[in-house]
């Protein structure tokens, strides 16, 4: 008993020594689509990147200083000389990001499938401006940089047979040395999401393995020298909740992480996961989210990422003191010069197309040719939903002249799968619509008339169904058009590596239009 109040006495000094909180904290860290996340300290603060694809602006930018309480800074991305979208399939453009701080200054190194290839950015504030891309040579994805202490530039990509490493040189992208092959993982399928880091005379080699689904997992190797033999850790995957442990965990597909060591010493994970909607009900909406795990990482020793390499929503470990942010309002009227850093577009933008200005606390979105089913730049900004239990609401008033013309919010994993609440002109009337596109499977559940060209609309959801309810102008009695399940916007029915938005749009579906939409406020509630 005296050993073990010992034992405790100097953890909790030890704890206290370091700076840590008790209180741990709840993963997911960044809620909602926000993949293949990628870190690096600067004195006392950390950034992080995400994944963004066919979204416009491209690759988003957190700042925390505790690595649990994030706060958006900026997209790398938002020009479209820095970022061609132009008709992007879905799950196109932008994949795994690296972030990393070197000489005084920040990269961001990705590749863009569908518009290049590989590239890195630079900035000297991650909150922006980030310059013009530099170009690589090196085709293969995936691209991670790093400095060796005689201060040559490396990049380290995934191949289809495993991982390479090339050396570059920095001020033009040019490739150096041809690409070798230095490592191939521990056998799983799609070795990729390549990470080096330099500790205790090693190199360290970290993986994703098993492709970014339920067999995910995270391994790592280590070397003398950057180009191998790499030999595999014995505790290899190091995180995976592909085995019993993790079967009937509500978080799956974990995989694809980047390591950072804070201040006090102290080792940290960040990774990608996602969020079943019950456990063994194997559907997820939300796409994968950014997820954190403690690291012990001993001198000349192996990492292991939590003890047993699993995690749980309610992280119950000592944390870096907390520096709580402020959480993005949910609610807008639309009375800023310019929308909040979560909203995107679908690919790039037609600007002339979207005006907070042109009535006071209105966004006016005018109708395009293209549709929601089309991989184009359709007129639409969206932002993410983040919890299975949600309420939206807006106030829309349509401006149409022809049958053809229609304005609504959707909820839209891809071009393919999305449902979509919306007003039309129907004659000399008005009726909203509740509309199903699944697959090839495209049709309308309901259609009611409505008194005017003014609607409130709202949209609710659980794990298992979404509701959408509409209301007449100046009235409160919403009425219900229909239940609908998630599973069909969920990423095992649509495919893909993204995750469901809710999006305001407008379109005239192929025809020369100059319909407008004119929403009068936004909400979103996590219920």
């Known amino acids: 008993m005296k050993l073990k109040v010992l034992f405790l006495t100097c953890f909790i000094t030890i704890s206290i020594a370091q700076g840590f909180s008790q209180n741990g904290y709840k993963n997911p860290i960044i809620r909602g689509f926000n993949p293949d996340p990628s870190v690096c300290r600067v004195g006392d603060d950390f950034y992080l990147v995400t994944s963004s694809f066919e979204y416009f602006p491209g690759l988003p930018i957190y700042h925390s ?51 290049g290839g590989n590239f890195f950015c630079t900035a000297t504030d991650p909150a922006g401006p980030w310059s013009e891309p530099t170009w690589l040579e090196v085709k293969s994805i995936d691209p991670d940089i790093f400095w060796d202490e005689a201060g040559k530039t490396y990049l380290i990509t995934q191949g289809d047979e495993g991982i390479r490493v090339t050396e ?27 990470h080096v880091y330099k500790k205790d005379g090693y190199y360290y080699l970290l993986l994703g393995e098993g492709g970014t689904e339920y067999m995910h997992s995270v391994t790592i190797g280590r070397s003398k020298h950057i180009y191998g033999p790499y030999e595999s850790c014995p505790l290899n995957p190091i995180l995976t909740h592909a085995n019993r442990i993790g079967q009937g965990n509500p978080i799956q597909g974990v995989g694809h992480a980047d ?8 080792w940290w994970a960040v990774f990608l996961g996602f969020r079943v909607t019950h456990p063994y009900a194997y559907y997820h909406v939300l796409g994968r989210e950014t997820f954190l795990a403690p690291v012990d990482w001993p001198e000349n020793g192996w990492p292991q990422i939590n003890g047993n390499g699993t995690v749980s929503l309610q992280m119950n470990v000592p944390t870096l003191p ?26 790039n933008p037609i600007r002339e197309n979207y005006s907070l200005s042109e009535r006071i606390s209105f966004l006016r979105i005018t109708a395009s040719p293209v549709t929601l089913n089309d991989a184009d730049a359709v007129s639409f900004v969206g932002r993410r939903q983040t919890e299975h239990d949600f309420t939206v609401n807006t106030i829309l008033e349509l401006q149409a002249l022809n049958d053809n013309e229609e304005a609504g919010i959707t909820l839209i994993q891809n071009n393919t799968h999305h449902y979509d609440l919306l007003l039309k002109k129907s004659g000399k009337k008005y009726a909203v619509q509740l509309r199903v596109k699944v ?24 794990p298992s169904q979404y509701s959408f309810f509409f209301s007449n102008k100046d009235r409160d ?31 005239s579906n192929g025809m020369p239009t100059h319909a407008k939409a004119y929403f009068d406020m936004f909400e979103y509630k996590t219920n």
Request: net charge negative.
């Open 65 to 115: 200083k505790d690595l649990i309480n994030w706060k958006q800074i900026g997209h790398c991305l938002t020009r479209d000389s820095q970022l061609p979208l132009q008709k992007t399939y879905s799950s196109g453009g932008l994949f795994a990001p690296s972030l990393r701080y070197h000489d005084g200054v920040f990269y961001v190194i990705c590749t863009n499938v569908t518009g």
């Open 259 to 266: 390591l950072v060591q804070a201040r006090d010493g102290s």
């Open 168 to 194: 570059i040189d920095l001020s033009t992208g040019k490739s150096i040395s041809d690409e070798r092959l230095v490592w191939g993982g521990i056998g799983g399928r799609f070795p990729e999401a390549p």
């Open 477 to 507: 009695d919403y009425i219900e058009l229909g239940k609908l399940d998630t599973r069909y916007l969920s990423t095992e029915v649509a495919g893909g590596f993204t995750g469901v938005m809710i999006g305001l749009y407008a379109s």
């Open 439 to 462: 697959g090839s499977l495209s049709y309308i559940a309901t259609e009611k008339e409505v008194e005017s060209n003014t609607v409130k609309f709202r949209i609710t959801g659980n």
């Open 322 to 347: 907390l520096h709580p942010v402020e959480e993005v309002s949910g609610y807008t009227d639309f009375d800023e010069d310019k929308l909040g850093f979560e909203w995107q577009y679908l690919r």
